[in-house]
């Protein structure tokens, strides 16, 4: 493999969910804590559309905790809510790897024509920008202790590399 690619920015990937009922308060406004659910849907379709399960990569005794994380609110989501997260790779290397996340509300209309385009390249997401973040995490195996991902999971490695070079559909 070649050398590891560092802070260079992979495509977005998007996965959408509807607001439910549980996950807002009396005023129907979106609790903090459930953005961190959202992010780690974002993830999971992620690695999912690349064609790799998070069962998967557990199954090959690699898991991926979070080490560090930061959030921005800049609108309230609210029940019932169509939100698209937005989810892309910053950083990656055999030891860890980086998400930066868009959580946006969309309207019908930006909504179709996210449909009709699915690569997601650039700055401009579409949509009402609610919550910023990222998080960065590290490869350990069941010990927790530190793992090369190249080694312990080659094809997880290959795969996410095409990815941030701006591959990833497989």
């Given at each position: 493999m070649e050398k590891d690619m560092e802070d260079k920015l992979g495509r977005w990937y998007e996965a959408s969910v509807r607001v439910r009922y549980q996950e807002s308060d009396q005023m129907g406004v979106v609790y903090h804590a459930n953005y961190l659910n959202w992010f780690e849907i974002g993830r999971t379709e992620m690695i999912r559309e690349l064609g790799i399960t998070y069962r998967s990569m557990e199954d090959q005794g690699v898991l991926l905790p979070v080490i560090d994380l930061d959030m921005k609110f800049s609108q309230p989501a609210r029940y019932d809510d169509e939100i698209t997260i937005f989810?892309?790779?910053?950083?990656?290397?055999?030891?860890?790897?980086?998400?930066?996340?868009?959580?946006?509300?969309?309207?019908?209309?930006?909504?179709?024509?996210?449909?009709?385009?699915?690569?997601?390249?650039?700055?401009?997401?579409?949509?009402?920008?609610?919550?910023?973040?990222?998080?960065?995490?590290?490869?350990?195996?069941?010990?927790?202790?530190?793992?090369r991902l190249d080694k312990s999971a080659p094809?997880?490695?290959?795969?996410?590399?095409?990815?941030?070079?701006?591959?990833?559909?497989?």
């Open positions: 989810t892309r790779m910053t950083s990656f290397s055999k030891l860890r790897i980086g998400y930066a996340y868009e959580v946006r509300r969309l309207s019908e209309e930006e909504r179709r024509q996210l449909g009709q385009k699915r690569l997601l390249e650039g700055p401009e997401l579409p949509g009402e920008l609610l919550v910023s973040g990222s998080t960065r995490h590290v490869w350990v195996n069941r010990q927790w202790q530190p793992v094809d997880l490695y290959e795969a996410l590399e095409l990815s941030l070079a701006g591959g990833g559909e497989q």
